[in-house]
């Protein structure tokens, strides 16, 4: 599965990324296939490694305040793996054979 997550903590004043990199430290620690941008962190693996992990990054966020957001997507697709990238490359194929 794929999940794409982004969590912050709620009273932490002004800025975020301590927290945020609380949070990613755990996710690249994990061994998981992961990539992070400016809103969301991506993580691929089975159900209960990347539930453990988002979990674990929710907690490691929630030590810089009183309260966490955490916004959730998921790709579920039982036997397919290596999808972290494959979905961007089968995108950036289909834009090169336009000739656009």
Not at 42 to 69: I, K, L, P
């Amino acid at each position: 599965m794929l999940v794409a997550f982004s969590v912050a903590p709620l009273g932490a004043g002004e800025s975020v990324a301590e927290a945020v990199a609380d949070a990613v430290a755990v996710v690249r620690a994990s061994g998981l296939p992961n990539r992070t941008s400016a809103m969301f962190t991506e993580v691929e693996g089975e159900w209960d490694e990347v539930m453990d992990v988002v979990r674990r990054a929710t907690e490691a966020v929630g030590r810089h305040g009183h309260r966490v957001s955490l916004v959730l997507k998921a790709d579920i697709r039982p036997g397919f793996t290596g999808q972290l990238d494959a979905k961007v490359e089968r995108v950036e194929a289909e834009l090169a054979g336009r000739g656009d």
